[in-house]
């Protein structure tokens, strides 16, 4: 019998590493990364069938879905979006696919921001491997990728839109509000009206228009179904009930704001509008509420029926005219016993003054100085209540001087000269 021989350093290092190498597992071979096909029909296709929202919904009431930019096959879906300039086959993680899908609204929710991260993580994860498949590169897109409604009206009913017509058609008027409607002015109310009441009055979300929006909806105060009866509207008109009685005169400037929004939120979350052509013209003037408020005193026998409307222009002392822009206007009843015409003041701007109206919306007030006011008399046969006026214009006023926000003192002008 032959004698074991020790073994020699060297071979026994590596018959140790072989041993330890057989007891602990050698190390696995490096994953196959899965492919691009796999990544779609286990991730995306997915959402390609479902009937939920996706985070596009934050951003859009009406004409985007996810599943707009999918189609039924993989080599489909990637030609579409390569044709539309949505995928960067060089640097895939700056795709723009995947930027549409990042943006976010200021306002979101943990549900739906799981929801983004989800698909973002999808897109990107396939885009990332999909690029690398020549085959993919050279497909020819079956179909163009068209959503169900133009972009016209999609644009329309971006929320961030909707919710800028929202502040300078509701928002803007809510100084009318506020005392009876804020929890931050109504709580002096509570002992005489109760918890509960002053609570379910309170629909002003504080600093906040997009929470107020979606409150008015769910309490009821905004009628999807008929705008034109939503107690929003109504109320302050003087149409139906309100605590605070009328607010502002049915059918005059401030009624116009609220029914234009009203009916054109209404037709953005009913889906009737389907083409560019059915979408209302925007405004050619924005109206914003001040603080300040207008008195005519002395009114004259003939316009004592009221209601009335003055409308502000002022001296253009360069032209040495009148301007042709108006500044601001008032409306409201007559005191005819007191025979006295007082009213908040709104400021207006022209739409197409890009600084005029960025201005009105960081602080609306008329400034001093020289005005003409024109003063109309509504000839509608049911007063108060009509809907539609007939302004007939009775005469002009000229003043001047500072003029202070506040109820009191206003700003206060002597109408007798109307009667002349």
């Known amino acids: 019998?032959?004698?074991?021989?020790?073994?020699?350093?060297?071979?026994?290092?590596?018959?140790?590493?072989?041993?330890?190498?057989s007891l602990v597992g050698a190390a696995p071979p490096a994953a196959t990364p899965e492919p691009s096909s796999q990544i779609f029909e286990r991730r995306l296709a997915p959402i390609l069938k479902s009937q939920d929202?996706?985070?596009?919904?934050?951003?859009?009431?009406?004409?985007?879905?996810?599943?707009?930019?999918?189609?039924?096959?993989?080599?489909?879906?990637?030609?579409?979006?390569?044709?539309?300039?949505?995928?960067?086959?060089?640097?895939?993680?700056?795709s723009k696919i995947l930027e549409f899908i990042a943006r976010r609204p200021e306002n979101s929710n943990a549900l739906m921001e799981k929801a983004r991260e989800t698909e973002l993580a999808a897109f990107r994860d396939w885009l990332t491997v999909a690029v690398r498949n020549p085959e993919l590169l050279s497909a020819k897109p079956a179909s163009p990728l068209e959503t169900e409604l133009p972009v016209e009206v999609i644009r329309h009913a971006r929320r961030d839109r909707v919710l800028s017509s929202f502040v300078d058609n509701i928002w803007s008027e809510l100084g009318r509000c506020l005392n009876c409607h804020s929890p931050e002015r109504n709580r002096n109310q509570i002992a005489k009206r109760g918890q509960e009441f002053v609570d379910s009055i309170s629909w002003i979300v504080p600093r906040d228009p997009a929470a107020t929006l979606e409150r008015l909806v769910a309490d009821g105060d905004i009628d999807l179904d008929q705008p034109e009866s939503s107690p929003l509207l109504t109320k302050p008109a003087g149409l139906t009930?309100?605590?605070?009685?009328?607010?502002?005169?049915?059918?005059?400037?401030?009624?116009?704001k609220f029914l234009a929004f009203l009916k054109d939120y209404s037709a953005i979350r009913g889906g009737t509008y389907r083409k560019a052509g059915d979408i209302p013209?925007?405004?050619?003037?924005?109206?914003?509420?001040?603080?300040?408020?207008?008195?005519?005193?002395?009114?004259?026998?003939g316009v004592l029926a009221g209601p009335l409307k003055v409308e502000l222009f002022p001296w253009d002392e360069q032209a040495k005219a009148w301007s042709s822009q108006r500044a601001g206007f008032a409306e409201g009843p007559v005191n005819a016993q007191q025979r006295v015409f007082q009213s908040m003041v709104s400021q207006t701007a022209a739409a197409?003054?890009?600084?005029?109206?960025?201005?009105?919306?960081?602080?609306?007030?008329?400034?001093?100085?020289?005005?003409l006011a024109r003063v109309w008399i509504d000839r509608s046969p049911d007063g108060r209540t009509a809907t539609e006026r007939h302004w007939e214009r009775v005469g002009e006023l000229e003043f001047s001087g500072d003029w202070p926000p506040g109820y009191q003192p206003p700003k206060t002008v002597s109408a007798r000269a109307l009667g002349h």
């Not at 020790?6 to 072989?18: D, G, N």
């Not at 009930?241 to 116009?256: C, I």
């Open 53 to 94: 929202s996706s985070s596009c919904t934050q951003c859009h009431f009406a004409g985007v879905e996810l599943r707009d930019y999918l189609q039924q096959s993989e080599a489909a879906t990637f030609a579409a979006l390569r044709q539309r300039g949505l995928i960067d086959t060089e640097k895939p993680e700056r």
């Open 241 to 256: 009930e309100h605590g605070g009685g009328p607010k502002f005169l049915a059918g005059g400037g401030t009624y116009d």
């Open 281 to 301: 013209k925007p405004p050619g003037e924005l109206a914003w509420l001040t603080e300040q408020h207008l008195k005519l005193t002395d009114l004259p026998q």
């Open 1 to 21: 019998m032959i004698a074991a021989r020790p073994l020699q350093p060297a071979i026994a290092v590596i018959v140790a590493v072989q041993l330890l190498g």
């Open 352 to 371: 197409s003054n890009a600084a005029a109206v960025t201005e009105l919306r960081r602080q609306p007030r008329l400034a001093a100085g020289r005005y």
